[in-house]
């Protein structure tokens, strides 16, 4: 491609060079920098590309994009933009041929349930043999083939290569999730958004965003950018604030609920041990529907995901049998192992909102214990304590006795992390016993659990590492489970 065509919609301040030159790649990481190439350099939280330039010039950049005055000696074309995170994201839409403007792109964001409302959706899609491509927590799946995210939402070169493939495989539709971090690093624009969900706001990335008015403010981010529909929570504090705001303005507003007046809600709701049954009210009629998993979360879940296929213009009969679809979610509330009345649980709730979810869910079933093993992931400052001990709460107001552990400690201090955990639980009078190795936490709970018990295991869900200082580990819950119960028989 030209460096002309590449540039198309860019402002820019050409500092040096010739505009008319090739642009045959583009890296954001001086390592990949490649002949012919665009580097554009990104100033991160800890490392800033404008230190990198030569490296990119040595392997064979020719066009270097920067927000920072860097003097360049070496003969090279030189762009000089406000903010390289958003230029990146406009030359990479350009690169790969703006790709999301020949798809159906489903946004969704909110603190908890964007990956389980993904998989009903994609269920949905699939009834009438219509193809979804998927980007998010689980990872990146276009057809059969899953691949893995380094971010729930990719870094936008990343992305647009994403969308690429999947129109190159004559996928003509995606639902993707949206992270607050990827509103705020421009990872997401230039993208086009037919319909934007959003599921809640609970207290998260706290250690980003500061307050909770900054992090709702980021997920909001994303409404801007809708052209059909957008999608909200009527229930949720936050949902309504953003309902007020896009009430009378375009694009179209679906709201969906079960407590506040709605487009879209549920009625006669029955809980079960193992799945849960309602009746999903629409402006085209009523219909029931059956959830293969249990709780009031995955009402809500399920909801966003009709609301959604409803304002894809699916029948009723195509919704309900979509969501019956669904057996499972890997990692959400996964019973991996069982026996009687005894069950061991894998759930990625890691936040106080969704942990507390979990427990509740479980609480009416569980005839013996609810055990629970958790930690906190790393994070910094005071916003990280105060996420530890709200954690720490939930776990003594809701479970019987909590294994606390490490989740993915990362650079940060684990024993202070676990020992901020215990200050919580202490002031809360919870039952405990602190297990560092999270390995052998779980050993741990299912050494004292006695029949009838109920152990869940949460915080990591589907993931199958855990990242203690620099290391990934390899660390798959389900199968840790299941090798402890066949050495214990």
Do not use: W
């Not at 299912?446 to 109920?454: F, G, H, N, W």
């Amino acid at each position: 491609m030209l460096l002309t065509s590449l540039i198309t919609d860019l402002e820019y301040k050409l500092v040096k060079g010739d505009l008319h030159r090739e642009a045959a790649s583009i890296a954001y990481d001086s390592r990949e920098a490649a002949a012919n190439g665009v580097f554009v350099a990104i100033s991160g939280f800890s490392v800033d590309g404008h230190r990198f330039i030569d490296k990119a010039i040595e392997l064979g950049a020719t066009t270097i994009i920067v927000e920072k005055d860097v003097p360049i000696s070496a003969d090279v074309t030189v762009l000089q933009v406000a903010n390289t995170r958003e230029a990146l994201a406009r030359i990479a839409a350009n690169f790969y041929h703006r790709p999301t403007e020949q798809m159906n792109l489903i946004g969704i964001t909110g603190t908890n349930g964007k990956t389980s409302t993904t998989y009903f959706l994609k269920s949905i899609f699939e009834q009438t043999g219509t193809t979804l491509g998927i980007i998010g927590t689980i990872g990146t799946v276009i057809g059969d083939k899953v691949f893995q995210n380094k971010n729930t939402t990719p870094e936008s070169l990343n992305l647009q290569q994403i969308f690429a493939e999947m129109t190159q495989s004559d996928m003509k539709h995606c639902v993707m999730e949206v992270s607050s971090h990827a509103l705020n690093l421009n990872r997401v624009a230039h993208s086009s958004f037919n319909t934007g969900i959003f599921t809640n706001l609970t207290p998260d990335h706290l250690e980003l965003h500061r307050t909770m008015e900054e992090y709702f403010e980021a997920k909001a981010k994303l409404f801007d950018m809708t052209t059909d529909y957008n999608i909200i929570n009527a229930d949720d504090k936050y949902g309504r604030i953003l309902i007020d705001r896009l009430k009378d303005k375009e694009p179209k507003l679906l709201t969906y609920g079960i407590e506040q007046e709605a487009d879209i809600y549920a009625t006669d709701i029955h809980y079960f041990s193992d799945y849960t049954t309602y009746t999903v009210n629409t402006p085209k009629g009523s219909i029931s529907i059956k959830v293969n998993l249990p709780g009031m979360i995955y009402v809500y879940n399920s909801l966003a995901a009709i609301a959604t296929a409803y304002a894809n213009q699916f029948s009723l009969q195509q919704i309900a049998e979509g969501i019956a679809a669904v057996d499972g979610i890997k990692g959400r509330l996964e019973v991996v192992y069982q026996d009687g009345d005894s069950k061991i649980i894998v759930d990625f709730a890691h936040t106080e909102d969704s942990l507390e979810k979990a427990l509740t869910t479980i609480r009416p079933f569980a005839k013996g214990r609810i055990i629970l093993v958790f930690g906190v992931y790393a994070s910094d400052g005071e916003s990280g304590t105060e996420k530890r001990r709200a954690m720490a709460k939930v776990a003594a107001t809701f479970a019987d006795f909590s294994v606390i552990t490490s989740d993915n400690p990362k650079m940060q201090d684990n024993n202070l992390i676990i020992r901020e955990i215990i200050e919580g639980i202490e002031a809360y009078n919870g039952a405990y016993e602190a297990v560092v190795d999270r390995r052998d936490a779980i050993a741990f709970a299912i050494e004292i659990s006695k029949k009838d018990d109920v152990i869940l295991i949460a915080g990591k869900g589907h993931e199958t590492t855990q990242i203690i200082g620099k290391t990934e580990f390899p660390f798959n819950e389900a199968e840790i489970v299941r090798e402890i119960k066949s050495k214990t028989k």
